[in-house]
C-alpha cells in the first residue's frame, strides 16, 4: 500500500499505518515532509527542542531530525514494541522524503479521516519544519 502523507495529520496517519501493518500489510509513505502536526507553532517547536535537550546523548531520548524518521518514531510509539509482533509490523513500514523514482507514476493513497482541513482550527505545523527548526538539512528525493 502507498500512502500520500501530504497534508495528512501523522497521529491520524500512524494510527491507520499501525493497525494495518500489524495485519501484515507492507505500507510505504511518501511526502513525510508535508505531513502535519497540530498545534501552534511556538507550542510545538517548543515541545520537541525541550525533547531533543533532555537526557544524555548516550541514553536518549533521541529525536529524530529527517522527516522520514521522525514520522517513523511517532509510527513506532504506535505499535506493541514489548512483543514480536510489533517490531515485525514496524519493518512492513517504510517512509520516504519526497517520491523515490520506484513509486512516481503510481496511484497513492490518501486518508480522508486524517486530512488536516478537518480540523476545526487552522493552527498546524508541517513536520519538514519542525525537523529545519530541530537542526536537520535533507535533499528531496
Not at 511518501?30 to 502535519?36: F, R, T
Not at 502536526?37 to 517548543?46: L, P, T
Not at 488536516?116 to 529545519?132: H, M, N
Request: hydrophobic share 40%; proline share 5%; with cysteine.
Amino acid at each position: 500500500m502507498l500512502i500520500d502523507a501530504n497534508n495528512l495529520i501523522v497521529g491520524r496517519l500512524g494510527t491507520f499505518v499501525a493497525k494495518r501493518a500489524l495485519l501484515g500489510e507492507r505500507i510505504d509513505i511518501i511526502n513525510c515532509e508535508k505531513a502535519v502536526i497540530s498545534g501552534r507553532k511556538e507550542q510545538v517547536f517548543a515541545k520537541y527542542k525541550q525533547r531533543q535537550d533532555m537526557g544524555t546523548p548516550k541514553k536518549g531520548p533521541f529525536i529524530q531530525r529527517r522527516p522520514h524518521l521522525f514520522v517513523k518514531r511517532i509510527i513506532k510509539g504506535m505499535f506493541p514494541m514489548e512483543k514480536t509482533r510489533g517490531g515485525e509490523a514496524l519493518k512492513r513500514v517504510k517512509c520516504h522524503i519526497g517520491v523515490p523514482e520506484q513509486f512516481k507514476g503510481k496511484a497513492a493513497e490518501t486518508i480522508p479521516s486524517a486530512n488536516a482541513d478537518k480540523l476545526p482550527t487552522l493552527k498546524r505545523v508541517r513536520v519538514g519544519d519542525v525537523c529545519k527548526f530541530l537542526g536537520a538539512r535533507w535533499h528531496e528525493a
